[in-house]
């Protein structure tokens, strides 16, 4: 069965404390694997997109990196406007988008 | 680019009251558009996945009669909850997936907030 997995669930750093949130995915035929941010009361937006292993996309303090098994989302520097709660996904071979609960950062100034 | 825009934002009505959610892709064309429920810190329930000039398939447990979806156009999506009830209180997103939608990602629209009372 195609499955997400993020971790960790909840990440709370001091402002400028680097750390890395994880997307496990067992997915047949990855067709795309997608990274979101979503603040409280609004629609996930879109971050990145990797489509093949060691692949990396970046954007600002924030980097995208992909294996066979994982994604990677590097936050380097981070600030208290980083705080937000961060989705995964991918794309099946049969086009299912199978997302992630979200990790949910908090940035402490 | 690829911006969804979604609206009402938020809307309260009485037990009973039927509501539309029009769901708009502004700035490209999109075959396939879906619709999520979300509840606090949880994260998105697919509900059904909208294809322009076909059918919605609905997830599993979702009630179709309840929760009637209309993909009219390449840029227009529709959500009515029939019968509101509190129960079905909740938050509301769509998003579109541009072109055939191979591989690309979804794009979501800022979301809808319905209270019934």
């Known amino acids: 069965e195609d499955q997400v997995t993020q971790s960790p669930e909840a990440l709370r750093l001091q402002e400028g404390e680097s750390s890395s949130l994880n997307c496990s995915y067992t997915?047949?035929?990855?067709?795309?694997l997608f990274w979101y941010r979503q603040d409280p009361g609004k629609g996930p937006e879109f971050l990145f997109t990797?489509?093949?292993a060691g692949e990396e996309k970046e954007k600002e303090r924030l980097k995208a990196t992909l294996t066979k098994k994982e994604s990677f989302l590097h936050i380097t520097a981070p600030k208290p406007e980083d705080s937000a709660t961060y989705l995964c996904?991918?794309?099946?071979?049969?086009?299912?988008?199978?997302f992630g609960t979200g990790t949910r950062l908090k940035v402490l100034a | 680019g690829a911006v969804v825009s979604q609206h009402p934002s938020w809307v309260i009505c009485k037990s009973g009251t039927s509501v539309k959610i029009e769901c708009r892709s502004l700035?490209?064309?999109?075959?396939?558009m879906f619709w999520y429920r979300q509840f606090p810190k949880q994260s998105l329930m697919l509900m059904a996945t909208?294809?322009?000039?076909?059918?919605?398939?609905?997830e599993q447990g979702v009630e179709k009669d309840k929760f009637l979806i209309n993909h009219a156009s390449l840029t227009l999506s529709t959500l009515t909850v029939t019968s509101a009830h509190p129960e079905d209180s909740s938050f509301y997103i769509c998003?579109?997936?541009?072109?055939?939608?191979?591989?690309?990602?979804?794009?979501f629209g800022d979301g809808t907030r319905l209270s019934i009372l």
């Open positions: 998003s579109a997936v541009p072109g055939q939608g191979v591989g690309q990602p979804q794009h």
């Open positions: 997915v047949s035929g990855l067709r795309g």
């Open positions: 990797l489509y093949s």
């Open positions: 996904a991918a794309c099946s071979g049969t086009y299912k988008y199978i």
């Open positions: 700035d490209f064309q999109a075959t396939t």
């Open positions: 909208s294809n322009e000039g076909s059918k919605a398939t609905y």
